[in-house]
């Protein structure tokens, strides 16, 4: 393969799809919960009693939207669509917060902007749509059937990865350019750009040989 040098500073737009930078890294920045707060337990956060309410009632429309997610829910399927995902914050998890986050996850259908699945409990993916899917050093271990525009993982991940009944668009390889047995049937798996990310500061895409 040829390799030529891109611009990560520069790099905005992604096979016509995102027309904003990305943070690859990022985590969505959350108002901290500073009123009615109660603790349900000793080793967990403290949290709003409409917030502690949501939960029980696994009412996850409410339970996004109390951590400041945006969030909107289809009428016809009770299935929501979300701009972006992550943990809370970078210091707890939902699953901190005695929230089962499988189920969270899977009662969202379609998630708009970044989705960063470090420090989550999810495993497998189902049926949802992503715009940026990035799984690197996560539990996920299944894509399910979902469809991706980009998807982010480290490349050991591929080994282990069930990414079958998946389709991807983009690919983006973090950190270092090692091999797995099933790292070509991924690069293969993909229908669009291929992109490999030494480090932060430069960004390559795979071009294939002519």
Do not use: H, W
């Not at 399927?77 to 929230?99: A, C, H, N, R």
């Not at 282990?160 to 350019?177: G, P, S, W």
């Amino acid at each position: 393969m040829n390799i030529t040098p891109v611009s990560l500073m520069n790099f905005n737009v992604i096979s016509g799809k995102i027309t904003k930078q990305s943070s690859f890294f990022g985590s969505t920045n959350l108002t901290p919960l500073t009123k009615d707060t109660v603790s349900f337990k000793s080793n967990r956060p403290e949290t709003s009693f409409k917030l502690k309410d949501a939960i029980q009632k696994e009412d996850y429309e409410n339970v996004l939207k109390e951590f400041d997610f945006e969030v909107e829910k289809d009428s016809d399927t009770g299935k929501l669509y979300v701009s972006e995902y992550s943990q809370p914050d970078e210091d707890t998890t939902f699953e901190d917060y005695g929230i089962n986050e499988q189920r969270l996850f899977n009662s969202i259908k379609q998630f708009d902007g970044e989705t960063i699945m470090k420090n989550s409990s999810v495993v497998k993916l189902g049926n949802q749509n992503f715009e940026f899917l990035n799984i690197e050093n996560s539990k996920v271990k299944d894509l399910g059937n979902a469809k991706i525009g980009v998807l982010a993982l480290n490349p050991e991940q591929a080994a282990d990865l069930k990414f079958k009944n998946a389709k991807i668009e983009d690919l983006y390889i973090m950190e270092k350019d090692s091999t797995c047995e099933k790292l070509g049937e991924l690069i293969n798996k993909a229908q669009g750009d291929l992109y490999y990310f030494p480090g932060t500061e430069n960004t390559y895409k795979l071009v294939p040989e002519l």
